[in-house]
């Protein structure tokens, strides 16, 4: 399953990527071996994640992300998670 992820780095700026598998992904980053951006700016916290259902909606998502302010990116990894078959207007 691949998924969509946001870390806050050291120096408090955020980077989005997308991955298959989350755990291993936040450990390159923080080896030094994620990317180029996150090299000189661990260690990287992660602050959101949200699962997508292949690559190419997990690049569209992330590309979606990517285009927010940091105020909106900020907001999202605040949310809090949503439960599986519910919608945000389900009473509940």
């Known amino acids: 399953m691949w998924q969509v992820y946001i870390?806050?780095?050291?120096?408090?700026?955020?980077?989005?990527?997308?991955?298959?598998d989350l755990e291993r992904r936040i450990e390159q980053h923080n080896r030094?071996?994620?990317s180029k951006f996150t090299r000189s700016r661990r260690p990287v916290v992660l602050l959101y994640h949200e699962q997508c259902g292949d690559r190419?909606?997990?690049?569209?998502r992330e590309n979606?992300?990517?285009?927010?302010?940091?105020?909106?990116?900020?907001?999202l990894a605040?949310?809090?998670?949503?439960?599986?078959?519910?919608?945000?207007?389900?009473?509940?």
């Open 64 to 75: 979606q992300i990517k285009r927010m302010s940091r105020v909106e990116k900020t907001r």
């Open 7 to 20: 870390v806050r780095c050291r120096t408090g700026e955020l980077y989005t990527g997308c991955t298959i």
């Open 32 to 34: 030094g071996s994620g």
């Open 56 to 60: 190419s909606s997990a690049l569209k």
């Open 78 to 92: 605040l949310r809090p998670p949503q439960r599986p078959g519910r919608s945000s207007g389900s009473p509940g």
